[in-house]
């Protein structure tokens, strides 16, 4: 396995994805538990940011400690459901500015189409957070990087909730340099991209679409 790859193990995530996969779990239950294992994720994916020290007068004494050095963050959902992700992280990052990549697959071809971009004006200055709960074929997680390396950006991860095999070798094969967080590697795609045994379509679940 690629070292720049972290499959999650925690008993936690790993309960909240079997949750998800449920296909009797409603679009209100999924919609929480994909902002909820976020959150989770979150916790190790912003593990190495920088601190500084300062000072703090406790109601006993002066105590020296830290806080965060850096809060320019950006959290960038492939839409659409990697909206679903982007609360989750909010919740524990409020400064984070927010872009947007608007893709679907075509279900042909299961190429990506670009739809929409809008990224925040400094988000080459910013460590960026690309949302996707499903890596597939890996083609719309590969199309988002590129824009984003395109602009400039320099300090990309991408956290996905379910990954194929398939999807994460095309992904660091293209970006090795780009790390990669995934709740949960699945056996395989099938033969119209689907993951397996995963839990379906994202967008329409969070969204009800169908
Ligand atoms: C899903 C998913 C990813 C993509 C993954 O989106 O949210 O963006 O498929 O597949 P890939 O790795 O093979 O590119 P979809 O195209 O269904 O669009 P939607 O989010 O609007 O439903
Ligand atoms: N996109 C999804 O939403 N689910 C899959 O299984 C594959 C791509």
Redesign the pocket.
């Known amino acids: 396995m690629n070292s720049n790859v972290t499959i999650f193990d925690h008993p936690l995530i790993t309960h909240k994805i079997s949750l998800l996969r449920d296909e009797k779990t409603s679009s209100k239950e999924f919609r929480e538990l994909v902002e909820e294992v976020a959150m989770l994720m979150a916790y190790e994916v912003f593990r190495d940011l920088p601190l500084k020290e300062i000072e703090v007068k406790t109601p006993l004494t002066v105590a020296k400690t830290k806080v965060l050095a850096c809060q320019d963050v950006a959290v960038v959902p492939?839409?659409?459901?990697?909206l679903g992700m982007t609360n989750g992280i909010l919740a524990l990052f409020p400064t984070a500015k927010v872009g947007h990549i608007g893709?679907?697959?075509d279900h042909e071809t299961?190429e990506?189409k670009e739809y929409y971009c809008k990224l925040p004006e400094d988000i080459a200055n910013r460590k960026v957070i690309l949302l996707?709960?499903?890596?597939?074929?890996?083609?719309?997680?590969i199309a988002a990087v590129n824009f984003l390396k395109q602009k400039n950006c320099k300090d990309i991860k991408f956290m996905c909730m379910i990954a194929a095999p398939e999807?994460i070798e095309a992904f660091t094969k293209a970006h090795p340099d780009i790390p990669v967080y995934c709740a949960s590697k699945d056996e395989k795609l099938n033969e119209i991209?689907y993951i397996v045994p995963g839990l379906g379509?994202?967008?329409?679940r969070i969204f009800g679409t169908k």
């Open positions: 492939i839409l659409r459901a990697g893709l679907y697959r299961l990506p996707d709960p499903m890596l597939a074929t890996g083609g719309s997680a999807g991209g379509d994202a967008g329409d």
